[in-house]
């Protein structure tokens, strides 16, 4: 088994910064793909940002050149810095990773992190 654990989310003001952490637990297993996700209240669950199988990295245009994804595969972890933080960020923020798992590829979320930006 595979388990995704989140940290970093809280309440911060527009304008500041957070960073998203996930790390992934268990064994045998390799890391392909990794993701965020958020929901906001009312809302479906949309892409936030994600690397590819191949390296490539995606993010939604209304985070475009303020939050940045990244992964650290000696760790197991990836990660989401956000800065300048809007109102409209405000969501639960879900990791996702697709992992290799005895010749199987699975995909395994998070339990969710809540980002609330208010003044």
């Known amino acids: 088994q595979v388990q995704l654990v989140e940290s970093g989310g809280g309440l911060v003001q527009p304008g500041d910064s957070l960073r998203l952490s996930c790390a992934a637990s268990?064994?045998?297993?390799?890391?392909?793909?990794v993701a965020w996700y958020r929901q906001a209240p009312g809302k479906e669950r949309a892409l936030v940002a994600d690397?590819?199988?191949?390296?490539?990295?995606n993010y939604a245009d209304s985070v475009k050149g303020r939050f940045t994804i990244s992964k650290n595969n000696a760790k197991n972890t990836m990660y989401l810095q956000m800065n300048s933080l809007k109102p409209e960020d405000t969501a639960v923020y879900y990791c996702?990773?697709?992992?290799?798992?005895?010749?199987?590829?699975?995909?395994?979320w998070g339990q969710g992190t809540l980002v609330t930006v208010s003044s």
């Open positions: 268990g064994s045998g297993f390799d890391i392909n793909d």
């Open positions: 996702n990773a697709g992992v290799i798992l005895t010749g199987r590829y699975l995909k395994v």
């Open positions: 690397i590819t199988g191949g390296g490539r990295v």
